[in-house]
């Protein structure tokens, strides 16, 4: 079974804009998935810049998944590997080692820098998707 680095972050400040949406029904959960898949966008693209790079295959394979809806939750997942790129967890994780291009915690870095503020960035997307 091929490795797949994902990293999750919990973004504090969500629930209120969570709760804010009630009032919008199914509309404001769509709105809210597509401010979070855009966030993961912008992750990942920070992501790949900080990737390492030495045939390119690694970076070929970061992506970012459709919003996922279980219950009142709502995910997106971004990550790296799969069969193409199996040691793509070792990249990421082995911080000791050096790269001639990109760095280790190529994901990680990028998430928990995103998480500052998101819960602002995706309440103003919410807001302008859903004309408020």
């Known amino acids: 079974m091929a490795r797949r680095t994902q990293i999750h972050v ?11 949406l009630n009032r919008f029904g199914e509309r404001g ?17 920070e992501s790949k810049r900080e990737c390492p790079v030495d ?5 070929g394979t970061g992506h970012v998944e459709k ?11 971004l990550g790296y590997g799969g069969p193409a790129a199996p040691y793509a967890i070792y990249v990421h994780e082995r ?23 998101m819960a602002g960035r995706v309440g103003q997307f919410v807001k302008k998707r859903l004309g408020v």
Do not use: C, N
């Open 29 to 45: 959960r769509r709105a809210f998935a597509a401010g979070l898949y855009v966030e993961g966008q912008e992750i990942m693209t």
């Open 10 to 20: 919990k973004i504090k400040g969500l629930d209120k804009v969570l709760k804010e």
């Open 55 to 59: 045939t390119g295959t690694l970076r």
């Open 95 to 117: 911080t000791e080692l050096s790269h001639a291009t990109g760095k280790a915690k190529y994901l990680e870095d990028p998430a928990k820098g995103a998480a500052t503020g």
């Open 67 to 77: 919003p996922k809806f279980k219950g009142r939750s709502i995910s997106v997942t």
